[in-house]
Nanobody, 120 residues
Framework: QVQLVESGGGSVQAGGSLTLSCLSSGYIDNGAHMAWYRQAPGKGREGIAAISPDSVRFYARSVQGRFIISQDNAKNTLYLRMNSLKPEDTAMYYC??????????????WGQGTQVTVSS
């Protein structure tokens, strides 16, 4: 059974930075990508960053140049460094695996989420 546990969310002022972490456990296919999604109140889930096993990265336009996805395989941990945060980045952030790129339909394992709130 795959488990994903996010941490690192919180409240920050616009222009600030946060780093999210996602600790994974259980068997994950060697070819599976890992990704970060977010969902703001009243909006659909948005794929924002993904990384392949060989560290090819995918970013949504909304975060390109501001967010950085990385992974530490020795620690079974996925990271999302978020810089230059904006109020519109406020959302619940989820870690996911088992899929490909930013296509949410391909991901079958999800964490419970961590809240990020950016104030102006």
């Amino acid at each position: 059974q795959v488990q994903l546990v996010e941490s690192g969310g919180g409240s920050v002022q616009a222009g600030g930075s946060l780093t999210l972490s996602c600790l994974s456990s259980g068997y994950i296919d060697n070819g599976a990508h890992m990704a970060w999604y977010r969902q703001a109140p009243g909006k659909g889930r948005e794929g924002i960053a993904a990384i392949s096993p060989d560290s090819v990265r995918f970013y949504a336009r909304s975060v390109q140049g501001r967010f950085i996805i990385s992974q530490d395989n020795a620690k079974n941990t996925l990271y999302l460094r978020m810089n230059s945060l904006k109020p519109e980045d406020t959302a619940m952030y989820y870690c996911a695996t088992g899929g490909f790129g930013l296509d949410s339909k391909t991901y079958n394992y999800w964490g419970q989420g961590t809240q990020v709130t950016v104030s102006s």
